[in-house]
């Protein structure tokens, strides 16, 4: 199995920032495609941005592209979301999840093996 624990949220003024982290272990984290996903009050749980195993390429969703850099530290096992220019929509839980290299869609939530317990992050206006 593979553990995943988020940390990094608060809460914050509309254009603030925060550098939310999840932490991997009980497995080879460079062997693993990496997702973060958030979900609000009463709203389905949406992508946000993915990783491949390398850090080489990236994705976002078009509401936060621009605002939002994943990156991850694969000598760390621990992969980040550096949330900027924060607006209220996007307060939610975040959640981190992991899935096997090359396997399925990185913007579908099945595609994704293990997942943390999320970080809350509000966003007053």
């Known amino acids: 199995q593979v553990q995943l624990v988020e940390s990094g949220g608060g809460l914050v003024e509309t254009g603030g920032s925060l550098r939310l982290s999840c932490a991997a272990s009980?497995?080879?984290?460079?062997?693993?495609?990496m997702g973060w996903f958030r979900q609000a009050p009463g709203k389905e749980r949406e992508f946000v941005a993915a990783?491949?195993?390398?850090?080489?390429?990236?994705y976002y969703a078009d509401s936060v592209k621009g605002r939002f850099t994943i990156s991850r530290d694969n000598a760390k096992n621990t992969v980040y979301l550096q949330v900027n220019s924060l607006k209220p929509e996007d307060t939610a839980v975040y959640y981190c999840?992991?899935?096997?290299?090359?396997?399925?869609?990185?913007?579908?939530?099945?595609?994704?093996?293990?997942w943390g317990q999320g970080t809350q992050v509000t966003v007053s206006s």
């Open positions: 999840a992991a899935r096997a290299s090359g396997r399925g869609a990185y913007y579908s939530t099945v595609a994704y093996n293990y």
């Open positions: 009980g497995r080879t984290f460079s062997n693993y495609a």
């Open positions: 990783i491949n195993y390398s850090g080489a390429l990236a």
